[in-house]
């Protein structure tokens, strides 16, 4: 997370940045100005989280010198400084717009309260805010239908307005149980912590109630969370749920180093912002499964070769990235034309269907199995290598082997099925050269005896 930053503007800054150098702000970045000049000038070039304030002298007009703060920094919470004898002017500052007033006489143990409260447990959203800046702030969120960046941009503009270090949103079961899915994650220094993250507490963050719910971490696991560094600082953990189509619910869930109480979980900005995320994610969600439409072949209601394309060019790109591999399994029924002569077209389709489900059976949830055209079909495997691919397809042969087709109509049809396969980047390093060899190892074996599995010839790879 970038880290946050506080200004503070006083003659005496200086004492005031000694009071805040205490290790509940670590990481936090302070710029220490003691003129306004200076004030001025890093405000017009910077965005701070908080400005601590006090007017510079006495000629300086309290509404006249909030009003120049507010001016330079409209969006930023102010806490104001004044001295007890300068108590009048109180009423003058809250109408100006700051939101805090602390006294000098009483700093050395208010300052780091107030600005911790302000930084990490949300009361920046506590300000008064126009509908128009209501409505800017919720744009990124309501103009995106891509789900994972739309997910995305919801974690960083709940990060935005509470100040949390790490954000995850992820799918809940029905009902909130299990398994999870996450859906997009930020704040975490290694991209496998988010999974481990909803193993050990996805039970306890998947809320079951209608609006935010405060978690403190000392209430989760005991065993599990002493092993998670990233709790040691942020000891609450907010879970946002958001009901989307029926049995669909997804949950943000932010580390804080702060406590966000009830007036800051009612603000008119986290409960309009969550209207206006909750419809954007059931937007995105139906767009999706209208897009998923598109790749699904209507018969098997397996995956089709379009969206092979889309599930091959994503494992390339997750290759490069992380030196997976992968392997392609190119397979064809034996003599299915006779079935289709024999019994008819109709008997035909539903021997593709079942013969569908068979090798949908054979593989884990994370592969692919594609009905490519005819009755010719495609499975990715994920994670395997060409020796491990061979014992899939062995299986796949022999369970297809074993099965007796469309027995509900009082047939008994038995089939084989030839399969080829090419690993990747043992055998090629690009989409279609590997299809291309995964098809002609499996024509050989059509070439053949048929009922076998074929492995493809290496290519030169650079």
Request: net charge negative.
């Amino acid at each position: 997370m970038t880290a946050q930053r506080v200004l503070i503007l006083s003659s005496d800054a200086k004492s005031m940045e000694r009071m805040a150098r205490v290790p509940s702000l670590k990481g936090v970045h302070f710029s220490i100005l003691s003129d306004w000049k200076s004030g001025a000038d890093a405000l017009r070039k910077e965005n701070f989280s908080v400005i601590v304030a006090r007017k510079f002298s006495k000629e300086q007009g309290t509404d006249a010198f909030v009003a120049d703060l507010l001016a330079l920094a409209p969006k930023t919470s102010i806490i104001y400084i004044l001295a007890e004898k300068e108590g009048p002017a109180v009423l003058e500052a809250l109408k100006g717009g700051v939101s805090e007033i602390l006294f000098q006489e009483s700093l050395a143990a208010t300052l780091v309260p107030c600005v911790e409260k302000y930084l990490f447990s949300g009361y920046g959203l506590l300000r008064r805010m126009s509908l128009d800046e209501l409505f800017d702030f919720c744009i990124p969120v309501i103009t995106s239908t891509d789900m994972g960046l739309l997910a995305t941009t919801i974690l960083e503009k709940f990060r935005e307005a509470l100040g949390a270090s790490f954000g995850i949103l992820f799918r809940g079961g029905e009902k909130g149980e299990g398994p999870y899915s996450i859906v997009a994650s930020l704040g975490f220094v290694d991209e496998i912590v988010p999974a481990g993250f909803l193993r050990w507490f996805g039970e306890a963050l998947a809320s079951p109630g209608p609006g935010p719910t405060v978690i403190h971490a000392d209430t989760l696991n005991a065993t599990a969370s002493a092993g998670v560094d990233f709790l040691v600082e942020n000891r609450t953990l907010l879970s946002v749920p958001f009901d989307l189509t029926p049995g669909s619910r997804v949950y943000a869930v932010l580390g804080m180093r702060g406590t966000p109480d009830a007036e800051v979980l009612n603000s008119p900005l986290l409960n309009f912002f969550q209207r206006q995320a909750r419809l954007a994610l059931l937007n995105a969600e139906r767009s999706a499964q209208a897009q998923s439409l598109i790749y699904i072949d209507d018969l098997t209601k397996l995956y089709n070769g379009r969206y092979l394309n889309v599930v091959l060019d994503r494992e390339m790109k997750r290759s490069e990235r992380y030196r997976n591999f992968f392997c392609v399994l190119f397979m064809d029924i034996d003599f299915f034309k006779r079935v289709n002569d024999a019994h008819g077209h109709l008997v035909g389709s539903r021997v593709l269907v079942e013969v569908g489900s068979v090798l949908r059976a054979c593989v884990r949830d994370s592969d692919t199995v594609v009905r490519y055209g005819g009755d010719e079909f495609v499975v990715l495997l994920v994670e395997t290598n060409a020796d491990e691919a061979m014992i899939v397809a062995e299986r796949m042969r022999k369970m297809i082997e074993a099965e007796s087709f469309v027995k509900e109509t009082g047939l008994s049809i038995r089939l084989t099925i030839s399969i080829g396969i090419a690993a990747f980047p043992e055998h090629a390093n690009t989409k279609q050269t590997l299809l291309n060899l995964a098809d002609q190892a499996m024509y050989r074996g059509k070439e053949s005896t048929r009922n076998v599995v074929y492995l493809a010839h290496a290519q030169n790879v650079p």
